[in-house]
Nanobody, 127 residues
Framework: QVQLVESGGGLVQAGGSLRLSCTFTGRTFDLYTMGWFRQFIGKDREFVAAIARSGGTTYYADPVQGRFTISRDNANNMLYLQMGSLKPEDTAVYYC????????????????????WGQGTQVTVSS
């Protein structure tokens, strides 16, 4: 059974940076497409970024394109989200997700493409 544990969230000032990490256990990491999603208070979970099994292809939501970078370390079963130029509107709970799914933007941006989710980590950006 896949288990995902996020870390690295916290409070940061606008314009600052944070790196989120996600530890993957229980299955073979490089068989899974990995994604980051976020959830604002009172809203549905939304796509942030995704990365293909090999790490060679990445996908981003428009609001984070150019500011966030998703990466993975298949040797150590780790997923990362480097977040820069943070804005107050990035404040949310961030979740990592793993799915045995094809990798097109239309597919990886859907929550239903992922079977496994972490518990989330809070990111708060102050103005």
């Amino acid at each position: 059974q896949v288990q995902l544990v996020e870390s690295g969230g916290g409070l940061v000032q606008a314009g600052g940076s944070l790196r989120l990490s996600c530890t993957f256990t229980g299955r073979t990491f490089d068989l899974y497409t990995m994604g980051w999603f976020r959830q604002f208070i009172g809203k549905d979970r939304e796509f942030v970024a995704a990365i293909a099994r090999s790490g060679g292809t990445t996908y981003y939501a428009d609001p984070v394109q150019g500011r966030f970078t998703i990466s993975r370390d298949n040797a150590n079963n780790m997923l990362y989200l480097q977040m820069g130029s943070l804005k107050p509107e990035d404040t949310a709970v961030y979740y990592c997700a793993a799915g045995d799914t094809a990798t097109t933007l239309a597919i990886v941006r859907q929550t239903t493409s992922y079977d496994n989710w972490g518990q989330g980590t809070q990111v708060t950006v102050s103005s």
